[in-house]
């Protein structure tokens, strides 16, 4: 499948149905392309070769690289084992198996601290943990039970976004929305029977 990934916080934040992130990934293929079911293992930019992880070289007169993200949630503690506990209260919009959690937990729970986090490597949208914090703010705060949470923005970078213009703007809507933003502060482990997070 080919998921429009972008839709992913609108899923979580109940705005999107999940139906409607994916497709056949040969629908989306522009016609003429050859579609290599395979990971690149090694580009030799000398012989004009990239070889496949199962082996298979390719030869190009022109090579365009488009690098992916490879989700990697056991780089922090707890995080893996949380996200694969029904009702453990921790979720993720970033990938298709867990993101209709959030919106799930979103909608049951009553009270609390919402911490929402950006992680010190790179991300596949740098808005995108920002964009679910405040979109499941609004949805708590239409839900009528905005006086019952907490919201926290936690980010491993020393901004809040780097368009300066951008920043400024996203802080003055956190500081109306009672949104505690933290810069600097990257999330090593979560310990979801305790229901914390460590920074």
């Excluded at 199962?54 to 690098?67: H, K, Q």
């Excluded at 506990?85 to 209709?100: H, I």
């Excluded at 300066?164 to 949104?179: D, F, S």
Aim: glycine share 6%; net charge positive.
């Amino acid at each position: 499948k080919h998921y429009y990934q972008p839709m992913f916080t609108l899923v979580g934040g109940g705005i999107k149905p999940m139906e409607e992130t994916s497709r056949l990934e040969s629908s989306v293929l522009p016609e003429g392309v050859i579609w290599i079911k395979d990971s690149v293992a090694n580009i030799d930019p000398e012989s004009s070769v990239v070889k496949t992880k199962l082996g298979t070289e390719i030869s190009y007169d022109y090579l365009v690289v488009a690098l992916g993200i490879e989700l990697q949630y056991n780089k922090i503690k707890g995080l893996e084992e949380a996200l694969n506990t029904p009702d453990s209260g921790v979720c993720s919009n970033y990938s298709p198996k867990y993101v209709q959690r959030t919106y799930d937990t979103l909608s049951k729970i009553r009270e609390g601290n919402a911490v929402f986090t950006f992680p010190n490597t790179p991300v596949k949208c740098a808005g995108a943990p920002l964009k679910a914090c405040l979109i499941s703010e609004d949805l708590i705060r239409k839900a009528g039970k905005r006086d019952k949470f907490n919201f926290y923005y936690r980010t491993s970078l020393p901004v809040i976004f780097s368009v300066k213009h951008y920043a400024t703007k996203l802080h003055e809507i956190c500081n109306k929305r009672n949104v505690d933003v933290a810069l600097k502060q990257e999330l090593v482990e979560v310990d979801y029977l305790n229901r914390e997070a460590f920074f």
